[in-house]
C-alpha cells in the first residue's frame, strides 16, 4: 500500500479552509489555549499580587502540570464513554469558572489548590480531545497535517497573550 504524501496541497488545504466547522475549531484552539499562557506565565505574580506568599505561589504553579497530567486521563476516559461535545463542555466549561476565583480580592488557600488544579485540567484535556476531532471534521488523510499546523498559531497565541497580561499587570 503506497503511503499518501506527507505535504498537503493547496486544493486539499482549500478543502479544509472552507468547511464551516475549520473557523469554529481555530477559535476554540484558540480560546482554549489562554489558561496556558496564564499558567506559565502569570500566575505566580497574580498569586503574589493576591496576597500568597512567595512560598505558597510557587506551589501553586507547581500544582498546574498535576492538574494538566490529570485532565489528559480524565478527557481520554470521558472520549471513551460519552460523546466529545459533552467531554468538551465538562473539561473546558467548568476549569473556566476558577478564573473567578482569581478575580476576587484575596482568595484562601484552600480555595487557590482547586481553582489551579482545574486550570490545568482544561489544559490537559485540550490536548486529550484531538482524538474526537474526526467526529467534527473528515476531509480524509489531510487533517493530521492540518492540526500539526495549528502548533505555530498557538505559538503566537501564548506569545501575544502573555504581552497583553504582563502590560495588564504592569
Not at 32 to 39: D, H, I, K, S
Not at 40 to 69: C, N
Not at 162 to 168: H, K, M, S
Request: aromatic content about 6%; hydrophobic content about 55%.
Amino acid at each position: 500500500k503506497e503511503r499518501p504524501p506527507l505535504r498537503m496541497s493547496k486544493a486539499e488545504f482549500l478543502t479544509i479552509a472552507r468547511n464551516p466547522v475549520f473557523p469554529m475549531l481555530m477559535i476554540g484552539m484558540l480560546l482554549v489555549n489562554v489558561p496556558q499562557t496564564f499558567a506559565s506565565a502569570q500566575l505566580k505574580l497574580v498569586a503574589l499580587e493576591r496576597g500568597v506568599s512567595d512560598t505558597g505561589a510557587t506551589w501553586l504553579v507547581s500544582l498546574y502540570p498535576l492538574g494538566s497530567i490529570a485532565g489528559r486521563f480524565l478527557c481520554g476516559i470521558g472520549l471513551d464513554r460519552m460523546k466529545s461535545n459533552i467531554v468538551a463542555m465538562i473539561t473546558l466549561g467548568i476549569p473556566a469558572l476558577s478564573f473567578i476565583v482569581f478575580m476576587i480580592g484575596a482568595p484562601p488557600m484552600w480555595l487557590l489548590v482547586p481553582a489551579v488544579l482545574l486550570i490545568g485540567l482544561a489544559q490537559g484535556a485540550e490536548g486529550g480531545r484531538f482524538h474526537a476531532l474526526g467526529d467534527l471534521l473528515d476531509p480524509g488523510d489531510v487533517l493530521p497535517p492540518a492540526l500539526a499546523g495549528t502548533d505555530a498559531g498557538q505559538d503566537l497565541e501564548h506569545a501575544l497573550a502573555a504581552r497583553a497580561a504582563g502590560d495588564a499587570f504592569a
